[in-house]
């Protein structure tokens, strides 16, 4: 595939979704369309650069992209913005549990919900997210190891008792 439109037609296919899914964890719709146009943009500009597995760092340029484009407060509004409403019918269980986990998600540090949507909902190893994270793949499993428990303790149903 030495053709440079074929590689990155395919690159753009395989990865697409993906970029923007990250993207939307973060931002609004069109904010994240940007920040995806611009992803591809910057990886077609480098083509010849990019690594044999290319989704680590198409997501690191796309965080890179966010950073520079949000303001630190407005990523939890964001994210909440698009739950639905608390007093829509319950569906399934299954529905109400990921409602809860978002929110939970949208309030908790940005460094702690980077670890677990880069790891959980992306498949990366630690030492991958580590390179998006910008840090050492041991301060990157620590964060992550924390992260989870912090998740857990945030999941777990209370009793009245513990409520009081």
């Known amino acids: 595939m030495d053709d440079p439109e074929t590689r990155f037609t395919d690159l753009?296919?395989?990865h697409y979704r993906a970029?923007?899914?990250y993207a939307l964890l973060r931002a609004?719709?069109?904010?994240a369309e940007d920040v995806v146009g611009e992803t591809f943009l910057i990886a077609w500009r480098r083509l010849a650069d990019l690594p044999p597995e290319p989704l680590p760092w198409l997501l690191g340029v796309a965080r890179n992209l966010l950073r520079k484009q949000r303001d630190s407060g407005i990523r939890a509004e964001r994210l909440l913005a698009y739950l639905p409403a608390r007093d829509?019918?319950?569906v399934a269980d299954q529905v109400t549990e990921r409602e809860a986990a978002l929110i939970v998600l949208a309030a908790m540090a940005e460094?702690?919900?980077e670890a677990l949507i880069l790891t959980s909902w992306y498949g990366l190893t630690p030492r991958e997210a580590a390179k998006i994270a910008g840090c050492a793949t041991g301060t990157f499993t620590v964060r992550l190891h924390?992260?989870?428990r912090r998740l857990t303790?945030?999941?777990r149903p209370r009793t009245l008792q513990e409520q009081s």
């Open 146 to 148: 924390r992260a989870r």
């Open 12 to 14: 753009y296919d395989r």
């Open 88 to 90: 829509a019918p319950d």
């Open 28 to 31: 609004d719709r069109a904010a």
């Open 153 to 155: 303790e945030a999941l």
């Open 111 to 113: 460094a702690d919900a």
């Open 19 to 21: 970029v923007l899914g």
